[in-house]
Nanobody, 125 residues
Framework: QVQLVESGGGLVQAGDSLRLSCAASGGTFSRNNMAWFRQAPGKEREFVAVIAWYSGTNYADSVKGRFTISRDNAKNTVYLQMNTLKPEDTAVYYC???????????????????WGQGTQVTVSS
């Protein structure tokens, strides 16, 4: 069983930066692919970024060049550095774990078997 706890959300202005953290417990973190998804009000949850257990990454086109995903296996933590935030980045951000130790960097939600409770990010214009 894997538990994921997100933190770091908040209210910022457009152009500001935030860093989200997701602390994992249980399982073998270093073998998990870890991802961030987000859900804006009235919209479907969508993929944001993923980092594989071997540190390969993939990003949604909407955040490429602005967001950076990273991991610290010694701390069992994955991060999402968000720069140049826009009002359209406003959403609840969720951390997710794929414990399959696969080299596939999945963007589909169905691939991920553990989820955090989410952290709210609000970007004002």
């Amino acid at each position: 069983q894997v538990q994921l706890v997100e933190s770091g959300g908040g209210l910022v202005q457009a152009g500001d930066s935030l860093r989200l953290s997701c602390a994992a417990s249980g399982g073998t973190f270093s073998r998990n692919n870890m991802a961030w998804f987000r859900q804006a009000p009235g919209k479907e949850r969508e993929f944001v970024a993923v980092i594989a257990w071997y540190s390969g990454t993939n990003y949604a086109d909407s955040v490429k060049g602005r967001f950076t995903i990273s991991r610290d296996n010694a701390k069992n933590t994955v991060y999402l550095q968000m720069n140049t935030l826009k009002p359209e980045d406003t959403a609840v951000y969720y951390c997710a774990a794929d414990t399959g130790s696969t080299p596939l960097i999945a963007t589909a939600q169905t691939r991920y078997d553990y989820w955090g409770q989410g952290t709210q990010v609000t970007v004002s214009s």
